[in-house]
């Protein structure tokens, strides 16, 4: 698929079987195949999802979550995953802990999966809303990049930043936040919202900001999903970048959520062959 095509996937009738009746989908009658590992404070090792501190920033209260694949090994490159969360809210606890986009696609096999915060240096937390502090945010996720290559064997040309709700806006907003961010990624995830759809309560939300933003994107991909429709985001996108290389992929529930990636169904298949897909040589990258 050339960079230039909109790639368009309408997915209705998601799943391979739907109930032959009127009531509406629902996520949670389908059964999960994959269980997330626990959060724990321990050192990072294949099959573990720990809490980690960058060496340099180990002394600060914010952390992120690191998961090495089951099939990870030392001197070995892989794909990563860099995911921020969803605002709090009724089904999002606004933590870290909370995501769950970066499993769902890879397994946990073959891709390293690193959870990001937004960085708040008022409580030297993760901001539990929005951005905390932006500035420190966006450099917290070079700093991270950087290091991920560094101590895990992530490779720089497999770099991909995905995010839920209040992160699906991340990947633009904070992930293309300026050239040098920017050029870190090769593809992003954003399922639910998206920059530059909705003016939001915090500064630069609206479109003519949004649109600079998406400036910085080229000819890389984004995979685009909402629970019901992606409407509202293709028919922004059609204006604000015809050109673009969006995959959109409504999901036939309502739910506000990102644990349809723990189920096999449609849309994860859907995802998961985009991602494949993405990660071969002949894709189209910004030049670093």
């Known amino acids: 698929m050339s960079g230039h095509t909109v790639s368009i996937t309408l997915l209705l009738l998601a799943f391979t079987v739907l109930p032959a009746c009127a009531e509406p989908i629902k996520l949670d009658d389908y059964e999960p195949d994959l269980v997330i590992p626990p959060v724990e404070d321990a050192d990072p090792a294949p099959g573990k999802r720990v809490r980690h501190r960058w060496e340099g920033k180990d002394s600060s209260g914010v952390y992120h979550l690191v998961y090495l694949p089951t099939d990870w090994e ?4 892989y794909p990563v ?12 606890p606004g933590t870290i802990e ?6 769902g696609i890879s397994g946990g ?6 959870s ?5 240096p008022a409580t030297d937390l993760h901001a539990p809303q929005w951005w905390g502090d932006v500035a420190a945010t966006v450099e917290y996720a ?3 990049a950087h290091m991920a290559a560094e101590n895990f064997g992530g490779n720089p040309d497999q770099f991909f930043l995905a995010g839920f709700s209040r992160g699906a806006i991340a990947c633009n907003y904070i992930g293309l936040h300026d050239d040098e961010i920017a050029a870190l990624w090769r593809g992003f995830i954003c399922h639910s919202h998206y920059d530059g759809v909705k003016k939001w309560g915090y500064p630069a939300s609206d479109r003519a900001w949004a649109k600079a933003r998406l400036a910085r994107l080229g000819e890389r991909p984004q995979f685009i999903s909402h629970e019901r429709s992606t409407d509202a985001t293709r028919t922004y996108l059609a ?9 959109f ?3 036939p529930f309502g739910e506000h959520t990102a644990r349809w990636t723990l189920r096999d169904i449609g849309p994860r298949r859907e995802l998961r062959k985009w991602f494949v897909q993405s990660l071969k040589p002949e894709k189209t990258v910004a030049p670093r």
């Open 142 to 144: 070079k700093y991270s």
């Open 249 to 251: 992929v409504s999901l």
């Open 109 to 114: 096999k073959g891709v390293i999966w690193i």
């Open 116 to 120: 990001l915060p937004f960085v708040d």
């Open 98 to 103: 909370g995501c769950e986009l970066g499993y």
């Open 74 to 77: 030392a001197e070995k490159s």
């Open 81 to 92: 995953i860099f995911e921020y969360p969803g605002n709090r809210y009724r089904t999002s």
């Open 239 to 247: 204006a604000a970048n015809p050109k673009g290389n969006f995959t």
